[in-house]
């Protein structure tokens, strides 16, 4: 077997983490390995560890996507939010090779952090990702960006300054019955008990992609939230919510007629829901079957 293919699922989930997208991810890991096998063998059996020469090549072209990245996300039609990632027990039915079970869900995977890092440059991103999730030594991070290993240790704590959200995450069955309660207040129409539920300060995030309808930009406020999220679901008969895992922690899902339309995935602080992000681009629900 190839020494190589082994390293398959840890570059898909360096480059998820770099890209936030499951698509995007597989395409870099695939370009990196046409570049492997486009050197000749003799060049091959000269490097050393060929999973630190993919990872650099792969983290090289996320770095290259990241900058096209900012020009393309400017033409986004509304909000531009990460894949949602369902749990590999239930991804795809279908039960096809997909990168997306090879994804390990951990907190570096979670929405409100992948959206964090979504402020940052893409060298500080880089950094940041290899460093902090992964590991690396700057010495092999500075290969990467082509800069000194100083200057990386700065980019990385420049970007770790951007991680304003420094509370621990809420273990995951607390979170699960907040989203429970959000679930059952939606199902029965009771805005109070969705304000209730709510963080008065709360933020609602969509992204249709100018491919399914939503709201273009942020619903801020937990009492207009609310209200949006009663007035959805007088428009949507026959439309079923779902308690499913999102990127790693409780989230909902809703579907109509066997098809997934939505992914919620939230943020919970003190009992409360403060972020809600919701992707409902059917580009980036493949992924749910």
Request: aromatic fraction near 6%; proline fraction near 6%; include cysteine.
């Amino acid at each position: 077997m190839d020494e190589t293919a082994g390293e398959r699922r840890q570059l898909i989930n360096v480059a998820y983490r770099l890209l936030g997208s499951v698509t995007e991810a597989e395409d870099a890991v695939q370009d990196a390995y046409a570049r492997w096998y486009g050197l000749p063998r003799s060049r091959r059996e000269e490097i050393r560890s060929p999973g630190a020469w993919l990872t650099t090549v792969t983290s090289r072209i996320c770095l290259d996507l990241l900058g096209s990245a900012r020009a393309r996300r400017e033409r986004y039609v509304g909000a531009w939010l990460p894949e949602p990632l369902p749990d590999r027990t239930e991804w795809d039915p279908a039960g096809r090779a997909d990168p997306a079970d090879q994804i390990v869900l951990d907190e570096s995977v979670a929405t409100a952090f992948l959206v964090v890092l979504e402020s940052m440059t893409p060298a500080e991103r880089v950094a940041f990702v290899l460093h902090e999730v992964f590991r690396y030594p700057f010495a092999e991070i500075a290969g990467v960006l082509d800069r000194t290993p100083a200057a990386c240790k700065q980019l990385a704590s420049s970007a770790r300054r951007r991680v304003t959200v420094a509370r621990a995450p809420v273990p995951a069955a607390g979170q699960a019955d907040v989203v429970r309660h959000v679930k059952k207040a939606w199902e029965s129409r009771d805005i109070a008990a969705l304000v209730a539920v709510l963080n008065p300060a709360a933020v609602m995030t969509a992204d249709g992609g100018g491919m399914a309808g939503t709201a273009l930009h942020p619903v801020e406020g937990g009492a207009r939230i609310a209200r949006y999220l009663v007035a959805i679901a007088d428009r949507a008969p026959g439309l079923e919510l779902l308690e499913r895992t999102v990127n790693g922690v409780p989230g909902l899902v809703a579907r109509r007629a066997g098809v997934v339309e939505t992914v919620a995935s939230f943020d919970v602080a003190d009992g409360r829901v403060t972020r809600i992000w919701v992707v409902r681009n059917p580009e980036k629900l493949r992924p749910w079957g």
